[in-house]
């Protein structure tokens, strides 16, 4: 098996995981009643319309407790797969695999669920010219994972630290007195990438003039983004955010605007349902 992710490490990832689930006994529930010797079958299957995301690192914990467990993926992260489908097939060391369950299926469902809701999103977009983006709502230490998860489901990664680009917001232009100062102070500090929320259409022009290169047009109905799509002509990207819900992303999207930020993809997005089940061998 081979993943890799930038600024994430499987092996730690899954060490910690599993040790903050084993404890110092261990799990002392499968050692009392399960054979050392038993060996099981497991399916890992869906019980809904899904975006995968995750198999791999669900494999990952079994083969770090059973080295030598039999696994077979049927589906790639990013494919989707209707209720009933079945995911993995697993075989090996019975006490193995039911420690490791609990890890495995709770990041595959996690990721999951986030790559379905993404999916959603791209879909209801479909046919607009606009992108979809997640945003830096995420659960702290997942931010990778997540990000990849929404990856799985279509949609494009934002700013994944604060360091990727300067996001001028209100509370940034409180202090700096005006939107076209705070914008002067982070182009005199050398920000290449300066993206700009605005709220109200007379700010695109302040902005633009002290040398934004992106435009966060914040809680904007679509009139009002179309205004400023067209007032913007084409000189930045322009990016449509806050309160988009799935049913109204497809009409603001269709404003025109360059991209389409969502917070819940990370923020609140379901587990999906997924099971795992077991047959002695």
Do not use: C
């Amino acid at each position: 098996m081979t993943f890799a992710l930038p600024d994430f490490d499987l092996a730690a990832f899954v060490a910690s995981t599993l040790a903050e689930d084993l404890g110092q006994g261990g799990d002392i529930t499968a050692a009392a009643v399960i054979p050392a010797d038993a060996m099981f079958e497991g399916v890992m299957a869906t019980r809904e319309d899904i975006s995968v995301a995750g198999l791999p690192i669900a494999e990952a914990f079994f083969r770090a407790l059973d080295p030598d467990v039999a696994i077979e993926t049927l589906v790639a992260d990013g494919a989707r797969v209707a209720k009933g489908g079945v995911l993995m097939r697993l075989r090996g060391r019975a006490r193995a695999m039911l420690t490791a369950e609990r890890s495995a299926l709770n990041t595959v469902q996690h990721l999951t669920g986030i790559a379905t809701l993404a999916r959603a999103y791209v879909d209801a977009m479909a046919g607009t010219p606009a992108i979809l983006l997640d945003t830096r709502k995420t659960i702290p230490g997942l931010r990778v994972l997540e990000k990849y998860a929404t990856r799985m489901g279509g949609a494009t990664n934002h700013r994944m630290r604060l360091d990727d680009a300067a996001m001028i917001k209100d509370n940034h232009v409180a202090v700096a007195g005006d939107i076209g100062e705070a914008v002067r102070r982070a182009v005199a500090a050398g920000i290449a990438r300066i993206i700009v929320e605005v709220d109200r259409v007379d700010q695109i022009e302040p902005a633009l003039a002290a040398g934004a290169t992106h435009l966060l047009l914040d809680n904007m109905d679509p009139p009002t983004l179309r205004g400023a799509v067209t007032l913007v002509g084409g000189r930045v990207p322009t990016e449509a955010s806050g309160g988009v819900r799935l049913d109204t992303i497809r009409e603001i999207a269709a404003t025109g605007v360059t991209f389409v930020s969502v917070g819940r993809l990370t923020q609140s997005a379901p587990a999906a349902d997924i099971g795992l089940d077991f047959r002695t061998l």
